[in-house]
DNA sequence: CTTGCATAGTAAACGGTGTTAACGCACCTA
DNA sequence: TAGGTGCGTTAACACCGTTTACTATGCAAG
């Protein structure tokens, strides 16, 4: 074994495995602060300590508190990502049942997971990095929209639905869509109207819920979520049930 | 003056009008870093010492920094719910005019306020007082949503909009809606899901606007903005402008 | 006028934080 | 077997919130 890669290309070393094991650990030990303490609670002194280890050797797999969190929420949209497209894929065949299978998978996931919904889609703290600094194709809100998009995409090239005036989508929204082009490629603007449409809604609803900005008016957000999808999948032709 | 107040019923003597200055002081100083350096920057030593003074002095005045923050969100959301009010009242008669004046008067403010938009209506930091926790006809939500409220009833009142079905609402909605019915008394239920309906496309709105979530996809968030608005003003039977 | 007390400030200290610097140990490689 | 690199340590700096003990100031009553 002098120099030749046994088994596959990358063929980690046992360095290599074993400092992707300790990057692991380290997001592990941060997420669990930031569970049970809030963003406050995440420091790396505190992640060392539950680690056996001192707070300087984290520089070593992580440049600061800043980007190990940016790391973190990283991760956290992944998982967030996955579970909203599996929950598209398990609902079947038709797009407005998917599209409500992955509007529910979304409010699932930030109900069971408030602190982390926080970090990703809530106040950009300066100081825990401008995430959503970066605006390319890969952005983070774009491959987590994806999934979306694509549904509705299928949903509009097998029977459209009604939208507000081509011409005046064209006029007031199509000069300020070119990032969605670039990272989504050319689509209908109706079906980009609808999503950014729906997903803002979508984000409202379930932030307000998560955020408990509806309790002094509503004491179950649920039956307000359920209400909105029914009645956003009706106007995109589902049938009411 | 031995013990009579001379001028009005509170009469504030010399030491209240000081304290409250200092207060007014304090909370200016708690804005100023909020807004240059985020939540983060927000400390009692570097507020005491652009004040001259030592941060335990500031213990005279707030139980901590947390409660601190928290009466400054309080004045924050007053600010926030002045100018909404104001732009109202400045936009006529026509309640869907008010409306639309209302909507954009929040966001304006958000817009140019985004540090402090999500102080009041981003994550809700444990360390910085769980907002939102109280849940009473003077909760800050409440007191906010209200002009909204009274608009659509008095919209309602003049000429109802479509809704869902009244009997679909009072089944799924109706029976949790009675802190909305306590803070804001009875309100027929379409005026009710309207709002609720209404307020958290506002929120989402402007919510991904201010938190940077939007820009993956558009380059001129108002534009979008306006769009949503002038369907939702024609879904409540306003003209097309 | 003087006594007394509440008020508003101070300095010092405790335990916590991110971060940097200097140092040492262990492993891998040549 | 020698050397370098990766990974961890300790010590230190500059912050932070908060508590304690102490000191002036100014108001009010005797």
Known sequence: MTMSPPRREPSPTRRERLRTATVSEIKEGARRLLVSGGPQAVSLRAIARDMGMTAPAIYRYFPSLEALIKALADDLMDELAATVTAAGEAAGDDPTGQLGAMARGFRRWSIEHPVEFGLIFGTPNPAFGDLQAECGPDDPGARFGRPYLEAFLRL??????????????????????????????????????????????????????????????????????????????????????
């Open 156 to 241: 509009w090239q097998r029977s459209p639905w009604p939208t507000p005036p081509r011409e005046l989508m064209e006029a007031h929204l199509g000069p300020h869509l070119e990032p969605l082009w670039l990272s989504q490629g050319e689509l209908p603007i109706e079906v980009a109207y609808t999503f950014l449409s729906g997903w803002s809604r979508l984000y409202g609803l379930v932030a307000m819920e998560v955020f408990n900005q509806l309790r002094w008016a509503v004491t179950e957000p649920q039956a307000l979520f359920e209400v909105e999808i029914a009645m956003f999948l009706i106007q995109l032709g589902a049938q009411p049930d």
